[in-house]
């Protein structure tokens, strides 16, 4: 059930989300890493961080808030140590790439160029971070610019991924678009806070996180559905998919490509359930290919 | 290759006030259990993500733990019923060092005693003594007395046993007799008392921790602790590289 | 347990969010609306409307969209016919407005002016209206602006009601207090959609709808935490509150009062549940007034 | 005041392949049950808003629901046990009008039977003929037996009684015999066809419509229909004003 992504060719639709996969060994202990369509690796900064202090997650009705805040081993320490590992298996790689300037961004675009990798994703709504970040992904004018500037410093396919805190997500992607993304991942987490009523602190040592999981689908789908309308390039849904039904949504309204996140810590086998119940809803429905089903919701 | 397991409940008993003792079918995708391992359970329909719980015993055709009612999750728990079916990961994480040392003291408190009992039987060789502290009504300690002579026990309130707190009975014991080796598990307050004291006494010491988890596995990184290491302070994921971990290593609460 | 929002003073912290009470007579059957610190009413339009063709409803995880539309009686059977039920009740009542226009804001501010209701609820944040209502919650101008000429035309006590679809809610709210609100209540609903994929289209016969219920609660608790820091005058803290804890929620981070909305579809009895729960709050933690609690989050 | 209830399951049966006969204790804050009403049901903890499912029939000490297994909601429920307690709403709506006319007929489709039960059991003084239809096996027949002599039935695959539409015996029975007033429940298509044969056949007609709810009592407005009356057309709440319409008035699928 392949799918070319305009020239991002994946074996099938289900890929998984960044920071909810690691490097890909752990889930490699439960499933075939073969068969899932992309992995896209824990966001890269360009040296090593440390993230946020603990705690880093809480759970909320049917979702949870993370704030992991991007901790990682640095870009180098990736192309060298967990690169060649993810290269083994027969999947495309997506590297999740987070700067504080555009500098920064470039900086990782180009460090990654000349590897394995298959596609950066830049990240510009990731909102545990302090600087940078958001900042970014809520303005269209910086949008254009750091896509443009990274595309100018890599031959990779350049996925950018989309924050939902914003007022007109239509208006972001395209700009996405016109700085020269050649596909756009949405969404991000939404911005939230949960409190510990006895000890009247918040539950995250960082106050805010990074709301995941099946709460936030509605808005998902609904943003994945207006920014299909908006721009003519692919896009990788994502946002709560739990089972094949609600990536389905994400299909009919328009996304060309599925990522799973937070699913994966409920059922590490997860992603190939989803798959293989996308691949009976089609025969089911008669339709010879995924994209066939892109796009089709009747409205 | 690992998958989830579902596992029948076999029984299901109230052992103290808001202590839940549940049996389970110890299914073949269990594979080998090591000490101080965890089980990531799904608790209720309701609820998005799995819950940490260690293994407390493991034996031939069944797997038992040890549930403290804390919040919704391990009151859904608590309320399985016998017959139903869990929906589990693992067993996860490191577990227990068990080769260390001839005389051992294992030291727990309130629900941190319940993979302690896995790991006393698993010290049958060794010189073992049991030091478990409660608020007030203990529980396990009959389980305890099956493998072990010395089990000693503290309550906060005087009830049974020493009144105080267990570390109290942890110096005692190491003032007298020493120790080659610790091993706790415990609420926090309790096992940065322990690590100082293993310190204090130069004895070495395994502390097995909590901290929240999502995945269980070692991917999202929301768990991470740090441990001193030669080049300097590492992070890592309590879940995957702990729960256990060297007294002299781990920075708690930090 | 008596809480003076600056010039409103409520019998009690414990209100009931706009659209989700009708005009009181149903839950009257089920509680005594004496005991709710206030009621805000169905939104109200100038003219009676019909609302959105059904399905009106999505349950998703721990959450609804809804797209009623503002189906209303218009403004001047509200004021003949349900008023004098409302006003029979020693309960606050807030008239929720709703206009395409700035004029038709003005025009309904206007007609409340001399009635029994205590104060208006300027909703420039309804997602199910085609013209106006996000467009104005959106844009800090347009928020200043109509939020000022309403206070020209009313001496009654304003509450303009924010949308979360925005990427910087802090500014709204700032903007809404400059023009001269009396209060802010927030949030509204977050616009999502749901997908039937067997018969692959929208549930929703109008396609998107607003996202209410646990599902937002992190959203709104954050929310209201950015605009307290953000604002000098009180809060109406609302979204996904189910009882007395995700109230006490509100309360630390900033809320003054807290409005329940789905929560009535699950239980019709949950905000006097919610009333009691926090009083005994109150007294197991040593306060002494609902104000004393209101923005303690150590943080 | 009115409350919500907390009855206690019964019992909970199977009667048709995915169709549950669930009886429940009839609690007194109940109160009267007028036939074609419906309890507001929370089905489980992990949905968040209540399912409509009318009063199959109401006895002295119980109330019977009826229920299909359409989606997660209502296999919740489904498989609630004997001895679980149920969170009801109810009863709402205004149910069917009993006291027009002698000679009636009861048409109902599908899992729209169920609410058609108590209404004949409402009937006796009546001259009542009962039509049911359904896919293939047929349900509550016997329970209508009890209380009336004609119960025809309809199977689309003719495994039992006549084979094809319900309606077709409607009209069969209206061009023979005509009647009074017709009550009918079930799915939107055959509900268009009662309400035009009716249209047709000059014969007052009451209809049960579904429409999705989320409150139940009438304050969310997300319920509407429309109904024709002298002054235009008028949006009404299927839970408040409904579930039970006149044929000549209510707009279906409009
Ligand atoms: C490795 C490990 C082993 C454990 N073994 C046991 C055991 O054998 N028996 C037992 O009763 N408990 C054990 N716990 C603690 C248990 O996981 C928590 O009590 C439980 O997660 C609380 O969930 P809740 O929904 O009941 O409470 P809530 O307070 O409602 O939980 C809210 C959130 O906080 C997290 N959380 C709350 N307390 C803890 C905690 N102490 N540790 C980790 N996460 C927490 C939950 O996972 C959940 O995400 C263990 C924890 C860890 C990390
Ligand atoms: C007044 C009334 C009386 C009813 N009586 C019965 C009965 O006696 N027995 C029975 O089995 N069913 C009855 N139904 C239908 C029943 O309410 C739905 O099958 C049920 O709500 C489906 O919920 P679900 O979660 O199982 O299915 P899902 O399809 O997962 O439901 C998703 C959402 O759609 C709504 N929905 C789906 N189908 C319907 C429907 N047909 N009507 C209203 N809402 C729907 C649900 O309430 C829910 O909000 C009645 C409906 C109404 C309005
Ligand atoms: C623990 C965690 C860590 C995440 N880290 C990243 C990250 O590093 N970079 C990124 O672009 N997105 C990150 N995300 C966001 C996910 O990739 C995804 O966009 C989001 O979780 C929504 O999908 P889901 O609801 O399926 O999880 C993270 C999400 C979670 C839950
Ligand atoms: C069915 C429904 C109708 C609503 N109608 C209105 C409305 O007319 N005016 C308004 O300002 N808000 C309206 N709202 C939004 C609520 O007042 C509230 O802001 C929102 O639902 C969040 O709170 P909750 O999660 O507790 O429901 C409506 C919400 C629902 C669910
Ligand atoms: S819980 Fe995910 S890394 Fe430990
Ligand atoms: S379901 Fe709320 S008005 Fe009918």
Redesign the interface.
């Given at each position: 059930m392949s799918v070319d992504l305009n020239g991002l060719v994946l074996n099938n639709p289900v890929t998984v989300a960044s920071?909810?996969?690691?490097f890909g060994?752990?889930?490699g202990?439960?499933?075939?890493l073969n068969k899932i369509g992309a992995i896209a690796v824990?966001g890269l900064t360009l040296e090593e961080r440390?993230?946020n202090p603990?705690?880093?997650?809480?759970?909320?009705?049917?979702?949870?808030?993370?704030s992991?805040g991007l901790?990682n081993p640095g870009v180098d320490y990736f192309i060298k140590e967990e690169l060649p590992y993810l290269s083994s298996y027969d999947t495309k790689i997506i590297a999740n790439i987070n700067g504080n300037t555009i500098y920064e961004y470039c900086k990782l675009a180009e460090k990654l160029s000349n590897t394995a990798v298959d596609a950066l994703e830049l990240n510009i709504s990731c909102p545990n971070v302090k600087e940078g970040g958001v900042a970014f992904g809520?303005d269209p004018d910086m949008v254009y610019k750091v896509t443009k500037k990274v595309k100018e410093n890599t031959d990779k396919y350049l996925i950018v991924k989309l924050s939902p805190?914003?007022?007109?997500i239509k208006e972001i992607g395209a700009s996405a678009e016109s700085g020269g993304a050649n596909c756009l991942s949405l969404i991000n987490t939404?911005?939230?806070?949960?409190?510990d009523?006895e000890?009247?602190?918040?539950i995250l040592a960082r106050?805010?996180g990074g709301?995941s999981?099946?709460?936030?689908?509605?808005?998902a789908?609904?943003m994945v559905?207006e920014v299909s309308k908006a721009v003519n390039i692919p896009i990788i849904g994502m946002g709560?998919i739990m089972n094949y039904?609600d990536a389905?949504?994400f299909f009919?309204?328009g996304a060309w490509t599925v990522a799973v996140g937070?699913a994966?810590?409920?059922?590490?086998?997860v992603s190939i359930e989803i798959l293989e119940g996308i691949e009976e809803?089609l025969k089911r429905k008669g339709y010879s290919s995924i994209k066939a089903l892109v796009g089709?919701?009747?409205? | 290759m690992k998958n989830r397991c579902y596992c029948k409940i076999l029984d299901n008993i109230e052992i103290a006030p808001s202590i839940h003792k549940i049996e389970m079918e110890r299914v073949d995708g269990l594979g080998n259990i090591k000490p101080g391992q965890f089980l990531h359970i799904k608790c209720s329909d309701a609820l998005l993500l799995r819950r940490p719980i260690s293994i407390s015993y493991a034996e031939k055709d069944k797997v038992g733990i040890v549930v403290r009612k804390a919040g919704e999750g391990t009151v859904s728990l608590c309320n399985r019923k016998k017959g139903e079916i869990l929906d589990v990961l693992g067993p996860l994480g490191n577990g227990f060092t068990v080769n260390d040392g001839k005389r051992v003291i294992v030291i727990g408190g309130g629900i941190g005693t319940a993979p302690l009992l896995e790991l006393v039987k698993n010290l049958e060789e060794k010189d073992v003594t049991v030091l478990v502290g409660y608020k007030d009504m203990p529980y396990l300690v009959d389980d305890f007395k099956k493998y072990v002579k010395v089990v000693d026990v503290a309550t906060e309130d005087g009830s049974v046993g020493y009144k105080g707190y267990v570390t109290d009975l942890l110096k005692a014991k190491l003032e007298n007799d020493g120790a080659d080796i610790i091993y706790s598990c415990g609420p926090e307050v309790m096992l940065k008392k322990v690590q100082k004291i293993a310190k204090e006494y130069k004895v070495k010491v395994q502390l097995s921790i909590e901290e929240r988890m999502a995945c269980g596995v070692g991917a999202c990184l929301v768990c991470t602790c740090k441990v001193k290491s030669e080049d300097g302070v590492k992070q890592v994921r309590t879940c995957k590289d702990g729960p256990v971990f060297w007294g002299d290593e781990v920075m708690l609460g930090e």
């Open positions: 920071g909810t996969f690691g060994r752990e889930y202990e439960y499933i075939d824990k440390q993230g603990t705690p880093r997650v809480v759970e909320t009705p049917m979702g949870m808030l993370n992991v901790q809520r805190n914003v007022a007109d939404l911005i939230g806070m949960g409190i009523i000890k009247q602190k918040p106050g805010i709301l999981g099946p709460a936030v689908k509605p808005v789908v609904r559905y709560g039904q389905v949504e009919l309204a937070t994966n810590f409920v059922n590490p086998m809803y089709q919701l009747k409205f | -």
